[in-house]
């Protein structure tokens, strides 16, 4: 049966359409009516990528299956793990790793954070109103998303700057380890020392004992709980996965908001809606659009038998737009039942922070739907996808707007 699927640059695309890759920051920008075609003519897509096929799974049923099989889809992509990552580990392992950290990121734990947010949010925004508008990225969404993933740390506010600087090397490291591609002059390096200052933190924290989760990892590693390597790399994955994501999400507001201002007013008049509108973001325009595992015995998807060994990359983010589970899927719209999308992933892996970032999101939206009259992107100075880090996120990293 594997032979009778396709490879991506085989396929007969649309005109217009270039084949589907791994990594194409060209249609990652925007992947869709990509996603629609093949959901509908190549469900099971292949690729090459060092010698081996890599496949590509589109269908909700197919990707929501996958993430409830780890026994048959790995996570660990990589071996051996080079960085103490939580997604890179199978059970036993994961379950271990997650557990230690699990009960601060309860919907309980996270709330203490809510003040916090909203002040941060609110002295960003009226920052940016008050200049008349600007990078909503740099001047509003990677501000929040830094301070809370710092406090949350117990990282002090002074260091901010040079972490977004680490934050962004081990980043790019980490996606350069998991493509198995060779790292870039520095990065590990520049990774390295990142993890030493986490280190340093976590130990402050301890002493300090200020409550945060870095505190909280500060006393398992003292306990013997976690290993140095575990306790640091943990860190630094908890920072990037903290504020990336999240990041984008805000900006995907900002964006949506532009080109949808009706979608002001209505939160404005109903602040609570902020929380459908959030979530819907998740389903429509995931900041996370595909997800890699490796399989570990022959896996059957869609009728194609895809053998073991190999890379499959889930798409959530077109398995979110798929008709047969979300009518109209490529419509964004706030009343809509978003049960069971898979923007933060699904299963034993899904997110731990959803909902911070749930928390951080509600609140944003809420903000913006009150402090602003209206969205303009500037047309003589255009948004700009991300194209570094990992690779794995997808979306704005320079929108300006009038505000
Ligand atoms: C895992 C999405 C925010 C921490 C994941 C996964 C997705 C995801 C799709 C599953 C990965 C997989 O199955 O391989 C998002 C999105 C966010 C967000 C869309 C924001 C809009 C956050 C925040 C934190 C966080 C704020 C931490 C403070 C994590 C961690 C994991 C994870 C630790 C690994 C869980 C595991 O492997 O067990 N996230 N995330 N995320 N996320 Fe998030």
Redo the contacts with the bound molecule.
Sequence with gaps: LTTAVPYTDELAWPEGMRPFQTVDLETQKDPFAHYAWMREHAPVLRTRANGKDVWFISRYDDVRAA?RAPKVFS?TVVDPIPLVF??L?DPPE?NRL?QVVASS?TPKAVAVFEDSVRAYAAEYLDELLAAGGGDVVDGFALRI?MAT?SS?LGVPATDFDQMKYWSDDVSSYFGQVARQAPPTEGAEEGAEEFFAYLLGNIERARRDDNGSVGAHIGRLLQDGVLTEREAKHFCA??FV???E??T??LANAFREFSENPGLLERIRNTPTDAKAFVEEM?RYR???QR??RKTVQDAEVAGVTIPAGDVVILL?GSANRDHNKFDNGDVFDIDRDTSGH?????????????H??RL??AVGVELIAKKVAAVTARPDNPIQFVTGGNLANTGPSYFPVDL
């Design positions: 993430l996570s939580l997604t580990f994961h997650r990121f998303t993933i949350l994955f908890l996965a903290g504020h994501t999240t984008v999400l998740a995931g900041t996370v997800l890699s959530p898979l923007g933060f992933g699904h299963g034993i892996h899904s997110c731990l922070g959803q911070l970032a951080e999101g």
